[in-house]
């Protein structure tokens, strides 16, 4: 639908044209240089076809009747057309805000009414596209729209990543709209990715935009982080536990953003400075989440939470007798500190090794600061007496898993029929409980001695949940064992759950069709 005159909104425009970097400046001198190029060579082409022209009459009188229609159709066009060269001119220099974004996307619309009327499947018009890659500068041509398309939502994407860095981080409000930014930036290119095939700019090939969407999804780890460190207490153990998490995650997603930049394709077209910047934080956050680790054991005593937070259990005695035993929870988290003070030298490593880095002397100060942090709790916890060589500290579980608490995944899922918990009260006697044990996390119940007091009210296969109101679904054998052992005279009450099996499961589906009435669905 066309708008009146007095309808229409004012025309779009982009910011100042002439407010350039250096880069911008080169970029847009190698642009003139090119249209200079394409200028002189349709100016050749045209002599050539007019010089064939003149010299027919046939084709002189066919050429004035085409010029006439042609003509014609213009002076109809000639409003749209001036409103479509205002809106391509303006699309060239957004402003780095919401505006910029309305004036991308109302251009990137256009594009779809000028492909159904203008552009037949089957047939190219010889209209050339040309864009320059963002990094490299290098141009690329093509005749289709669909790479206009798709350079426009290239620019849509890096304008949000630009709004995204641009936001005050050290607030709440300024965190959500930067993660908002990053989110939206990161769609961008996987629809780009996942929808444009065959692009001839290094920019839009499947790596390039695999590295960025990632490399989003990582800053977007980041404004998580620094959300949860202003809005938790610091001091507090769940606080610290989940700030070691988190760091651990954002080291994990930037070592997997680097491992996608030094790729052969990707090698030569990622700048030195960013594959540098995203190894020093994926060092840095390393570095963070194990000293956050080493504060919530040295701290704290709490001992639960520890169980799913490391990917690996450190050989030696196990993880609950560690936490038990204060000498061995203090060498933990030195051996945790240890291992934060060689990440922290490392991102300082990597930092000094990189020129443009060592300008930014904000990074180099939050570098210097985190590791002097570390270095102190270190020396906190060392002693002159301790001369026993630091363990290696096994590594923090980065992805938080919903619904832990519940056990085992293996064990406690949808697929398995359970019973209710049944409490049962036994007392030992001179024949001890009368149970015998098997397995881990959780332990199974192998038999049940006849005659014994576990008769009553055990069944071979049983697991246990529960030893006196201790939750014990993650505990090992030897510690469901040890809790037993301790019980006291009056005797132990145990949790446990009855897995339900094949051959249940039916008769129980039986007796309840059994009860249910059927109703027939008769065609209307």
Known sequence: SFLWPHQQSPPMSGCDP????????????????????????????????????????????????????????????KEELEELNSNMEAMRTPSRNQAGLELLMEYYNQMYYLDQRFFPLHRNLGVHFHWYDSLTGVPSCQRTLAFEKGSVLFNIGALYTQIGARQDRSAPAGIDKAVDAFQRAA???????????????????????????????????????????????????????????????VSDVYLLVLQTMTQPLMKDYVPFSWASMVQVKSEHFRALSHYYAAVALCDHTSEKAFLQFYINVPSGPSLSQVLQDPEKRRKLGKAHLRRAVIRHEEAMRVHSLCKILRKMDILQDVLALSHKCSLDKYSELDREDDFDETAEAPEIQGKVILMVLQGPLSVFCARARWGPVHVICLQRREGGLGLTLRGD???????????????????????????????????????????LKNCSDRGVELSVVTLHSHDTQVSVCVCEMSKAAFYVRVPV
């Open 18 to 77: 002439f407010a350039q970097t250096q880069r911008s400046k080169l970029q847009h001198r190698r642009a003139r240089i090119n249209q200079q190029i394409n200028k002189e060579m349709r100016m050749r082409a045209g002599a050539e076809n007019l010089f064939r022209a003149t010299t027919n009459n046939k084709v002189k009188e066919t050429v004035a009747l085409e010029l006439s229609f042609v003509n014609s159709n213009l002076q109809l066009l």
């Open 441 to 483: 996390s959780p332990v199974l119940v192998a038999g049940v001695v006849p005659g014994g007091c576990a008769e009553a009210g055990l069944r071979e296969g049983d697991y246990i949940v529960a030893v006196d109101g201790q939750d014990c679904k993650w505990a090992k054998h030897a510690e469901v064992v040890q809790m």
């Open 187 to 249: 769609g961008s290119f996987n629809y780009l990715k996942e929808n444009f095939c065959n692009a001839p700019s290094l920019d839009m090939s499947s790596p390039s935009l695999c590295m960025l969407v990632r490399l989003m999804v990582a800053q977007v780890q980041e404004c998580v982080f620094e959300r949860i460190t202003l809005t938790t207490q610091g001091t507090h153990f769940i606080s610290q536990l989940c700030l070691a998490q988190e760091a651990a995650r």
